[in-house]
C-alpha cells in the first residue's frame, strides 16, 4: 500500500505561484508513474502533470505547459508540483496519484494510489 498526502494548496491572486508537494509513504514510489489532478465543482477530474518514473518523462495537459512543472525526489519518496502565472480557472482540489501504466497517463484509470488532495483557490 502506498499513501500520499498532499500540502502546499492555499489562496493565491492571480499571476502568483504555488508549490504543492506529495509525500508517499508506505513503500518507495520511485518506480511509479506519479501524476498530478485536478477537479474543480462540477468538473471531471483531469490530469495536469504526470512524470515517469525516472522523471525522464512528463506529460502536461494543454492549459497549463509553461506554466506548471512536475518535478520529483525519489530519495524523499516526493513529487511536486510548481504552478506559475496562476489563474482564477486554475481554482480546484489538487490531488496526487501513484500509479504503475506510463501508457495511460492523463487518465485517472492509470493510477492506482490517491491522496486526498489540496485546495488550490487563485483569486482574480
Known amino acids: 500500500q502506498v499513501q500520499l498526502v498532499e500540502s502546499g494548496g492555499g489562496l493565491v491572486q492571480a499571476g502568483g505561484s504555488l508549490r504543492l508537494s506529495c509525500a508517499a509513504s508506505g513503500r518507495t514510489v520511485s518506480s511509479y508513474t506519479m501524476g498530478w489532478f485536478r477537479q474543480a465543482p462540477g468538473r471531471e477530474r483531469e490530469c495536469v502533470a504526470a512524470?515517469?518514473?525516472?522523471?525522464?518523462?512528463?506529460y502536461y495537459t494543454d492549459s497549463v505547459k509553461g506554466r506548471f512543472t512536475i518535478s520529483r525526489d525519489n530519495a524523499k519518496n516526493t513529487v511536486y508540483l510548481h504552478m506559475d502565472s496562476l489563474k482564477p480557472e486554475d481554482t480546484a482540489v489538487y490531488y496526487c496519484?501513484?500509479?504503475?501504466?506510463?501508457?495511460?497517463?492523463?487518465?485517472?484509470?492509470?493510477?492506482?494510489?490517491w491522496g486526498q488532495g489540496t485546495q488550490v483557490t487563485v483569486s482574480s
Open positions: 496519484a501513484a500509479g504503475t501504466s506510463w501508457g495511460v497517463v492523463s487518465s485517472t484509470l492509470g493510477y492506482r494510489y
Open positions: 512524470s515517469s518514473w525516472s522523471g525522464g518523462s512528463t
